[in-house]
């Protein structure tokens, strides 16, 4: 396996403040062409998210939930949508391999008979188990705290729907049996969650976009700890482009977007295990 020049890449990569959003895609060729396999296997576990969305976009508009017109393209992402929709018929031939937990998915999909809702529960658990099962420390660890986020907003919302928290939370592990056995306010974590009593405030007061951006910002610092000091590092590369791309993300939010992204984020946020309205989000 080939040692990856991160002298030279970490130098190469652009300023991510002065990147404009057309030229996050450049920058994710960059990095790949300067990874080896194992470190691209990495990598591309920041893209597949967006790969998640897209292709329960495409089943969407197989099932007639979306019109057939819709066009948005999560980006950036590792597969295209003919990719995708190739591999809802087993016929995808591309170069790029399809990940484990997706194909998992794709399997299971056909004879599942899944409501829309467990559809997309049963890619997000697969999509959790890989990460926090992956042998590189970085995704492991900030799949992990993800995981973590998650299941404490789904806790604080589904408390305040009156829904059962076993029903939503993601994993099993001990934060997912804590969160449903305690009445407490702060669910009792608060001192090892400390975040907690921050997210139930915005949650409560209706501040979705500022829980969002929350998010992202603790989802970053937990990230940031991982690099210690080692610039010239995968570990590095990593953080970089998930800095990048959640600033891409916040600049969709411009006057003539921020309708569509703002439906996205209150999407994931309040996703639950109650009954979705028509467009998919519960008001």
């Known amino acids: 396996m080939a040692e990856s020049n991160f002298y030279f890449l970490v130098n190469a990569l ?17 990095i790949e062409d300067n990874l080896n396999q194992t470190e691209t296997h990495a990598f591309r576990y920041l893209l597949y998210r967006n790969d998640n969305k897209n292709l329960l976009k495409l089943l969407r508009k197989r099932d007639g939930i979306l019109p057939r017109t819709a066009s948005h393209f999560y980006t950036p992402a590792v597969f295209t949508f003919e990719d995708l929709d190739d591999m809802l018929i087993d016929v995808y031939a591309g170069e790029v391999i399809v990940p484990e937990y997706l194909d998992q998915f794709l399997n299971e999909e056909k ?8 559809r997309e529960n049963r890619l ?12 590189q420390e970085f995704i492991r660890s900030m799949f992990l705290f993800k995981r973590d986020l998650k299941n404490v907003l789904l806790a ?5 729907q009156g829904f059962k928290i076993t029903r939503i939370t993601v ?3 001990d934060l997912p049996v804590a969160l449903a056995a305690s009445t407490q306010a702060d669910f009792g974590l608060g001192g090892e ?3 907690l009593g921050q997210l139930a405030h915005l949650l409560a007061e209706g501040k979705l976009v500022e ?3 929350t998010i992202d910002e603790l989802l970053l610092t937990h990230c940031a700890a991982l690099v210690r000091g080692e610039i010239f590092s995968l ?3 990593l953080y970089y482009f998930l800095d990048l791309s959640l600033r891409h993300r916040w600049r969709a939010l411009t006057p003539d977007q921020g309708a569509r992204a703002l439906g996205d984020l209150v999407e994931d946020i309040i996703r639950t295990a109650g009954e979705p309205a028509e467009s998919g989000v519960i008001k």
């Open 235 to 237: 570990n590095f590369v």
């Open 14 to 30: 652009p300023d991510p403040t002065d990147l404009e959003a057309g030229e996050l895609e450049a920058v994710r060729l960059l």
């Open 111 to 118: 004879h599942a008979g899944w409501t829309v809702r467990e």
């Open 211 to 213: 829980l969002e951006q």
């Open 124 to 135: 997000l658990e697969l999509y959790y188990d890989a990460g926090i099962c992956h042998p």
């Open 171 to 173: 994993g099993d592990y």
């Open 193 to 195: 969650h400390d975040y």
């Open 156 to 160: 604080l919302n589904a408390r305040r």
